[in-house]
């Protein structure tokens, strides 16, 4: 067998999943990808829901793959979207179904939340931007339609949070993806209790929060039977954003991230958070990073819309095709707000987007042409915003723009970013999340001293570029 030592990413997104497998080689931080498996939605009694068994089958088996490659893993971590979670009983079973982010359940139950605490309050104490979508609104819309299911929870648990559990029988919540549900206190770094009771939420099923890096223990013995090996299970920032975002190939205070993939998350590291009403009227987030780093950054409905354009579309084109299309259509004037509800699970996004300008007086995106150079033109006028409110909150220019994840191969998106910001741009690394997620492993093992020196070996492993604007 090999000397080299393996780390295993399993980066779980809402289309799709993936094993990757990371080591240093020659100064380097080396990936590859050994397993690809889907993700959707599937109803479940009126419900858009995540079929968890499915989930874990898939991570079992591209556990087994690292056993037929003969490459162990020294440990594994798993990251998945944030906000989504389980309740599970005094057995460790699912209570109900596991109902996605995109489902309406929440729908009103922001206004149930605001009987107890105001809007302002609420973000004093958290500092998480309000999204309908968030877990305070799903455990509101559970206590409303079937509180009897809050009484036999004993223990809450989000999506990779409850995969590890079924690798290691431990049950164990990690803090950045916490941060997501809004019932974390900004200041503390804990679950905020004195909020969960004035909800009438159980306080005995949030356990202790533990940062990336935590050892959540080794496989189960039946789990190293099934896949045929043992290994640790560690933490990375287990919310997807948080591992991208350590993946940032820069240590530069002068520079804002956009982490863009079905979502785009835009925004900055800083070192303590901005729980005022200036920054809740901008409605900016909070979110936990790695060693008690805040992600400030705003959600933006991100790639998601052109994914969705691309099913409706009668004809399967390459990418590059798509970016012609856009091209052509740059004469369309008509935008829209990228994070309208209308856009988050439309049965067709080319119709919400028709409705959507009807409604605001503009003319109607009609061809292909158009819809495609509407929502590029939308997104890239949203991430200009995004910036200049960066810039007034903090009362700092930032020069430079780095793009993560897979979608800053859009290389149309990323010239129309140069353009409307102004700013320089540097795109890369493609798998980021992957990256922070094995990043967060081998700092754990002590391959690299901290996670400046870690930016630094990222910045040098992988074809970081920046890019030209040559839109005419």
């Known amino acids: 067998m090999s000397e080299t030592k393996y780390y295993l990413a399993i980066d779980i997104g809402a289309s799709s999943g993936r094993h990757i497998l990371g080591w240093v080689d020659k100064g380097k931080i080396r990936i590859e990808e050994i397993y690809r498996f889907e993700n959707k939605l599937v109803k479940q009694n009126g419900h858009l829901c995540w079929d968890l068994d499915h989930l874990f089958y898939e991570v079992v088996e591209g556990l087994k793959k690292c056993k037929e490659l003969d490459r162990i893993p020294e440990s594994v971590g798993i990251d998945t979207w944030g906000i989504d979670f389980v309740l599970l009983d005094k057995n460790g079973s699912i209570i109900g179904n596991t109902v996605a982010y995109r489902d309406d359940r929440t729908k009103g139950m922001d206004k149930e939340v605001y009987k107890v605490i105001s809007e302002s309050e609420l973000y004093g104490r958290n500092g998480i931007q309000k999204m309908l979508i968030n877990t305070i609104y799903q455990l509101m819309a559970i206590k409303k339609e079937t509180p009897k299911a809050l009484e036999k929870a004993e223990r809450f648990l989000m999506i990779p949070e409850y995969l590890n559990y079924r690798l290691t029988g431990v049950a164990m919540n990690e803090y950045t993806n916490a941060t997501t549900t809004q019932l974390v206190n900004a200041k503390t770094q804990d679950w905020d209790f004195e909020l969960l009771e004035m909800l009438g939420l159980p306080t005995k099923i949030f356990g202790e929060l533990n940062m990336p890096k935590t050892l959540v223990g080794p496989l189960s013995r039946e789990m ?63 979110e936990g990073g790695y060693h008690h780093r805040y992600r400030y950054l705003k959600n933006i409905m991100g790639m998601w819309m052109m994914q969705n354009l691309r ?119 493609v798998e980021a999340t992957a990256i922070g997620n094995i990043m967060a492993q081998m700092l754990r093992d002590k391959v690299f001293e901290d996670l400046k020196e870690a930016r630094q070996v990222v910045a040098k492993s992988f074809d970081v570029k920046r890019i030209e604007n040559t839109i005419e």
Request: glycine letters at 6%; hydrophobic letters at 30%; a negative charge.
């Open 224 to 286: 190293a039977e099934r896949v045929g090996f043992t290994t640790n299970v560690v933490l990375p920032a287990t919310h997807d954003t948080g591992s991208a975002v350590m993946a940032v190939p820069t240590n530069s205070d002068d520079s804002i991230y956009l982490s863009s993939g079905t979502w785009s998350l835009m925004g900055i590291e800083r070192l303590i958070p901005d729980c005022t009403e200036k920054s809740r009227q901008h409605n900016f987030t909070n």
């Open 311 to 429: 099913r409706e579309f009668k004809h399967k084109y390459t990418f590059e095709e798509l970016y012609e299309l856009a091209h052509i259509g740059r004469y369309f004037t008509s935008t829209v707000d990228v994070n309208d509800e209308s856009f988050l699970a439309p049965d067709s996004m080319i119709k919400a987007l028709q409705d959507y300008c009807e409604k605001t007086g503009q003319e109607k995106p009609e061809t292909e042409c158009e819809l495609l150079y509407c929502v590029y033109k939308s997104l890239a006028n949203c991430y200009a915003k995004t910036v200049a409110e960066i810039e007034e909150v903090t009362g700092r220019t930032y020069d430079t723009i780095h793009v993560v994840g897979g979608g800053c191969q859009d290389k149309f998106l990323d010239r129309l970013l140069v353009e409307t910001t102004g700013k320089e741009v540097y795109i890369g690394p």
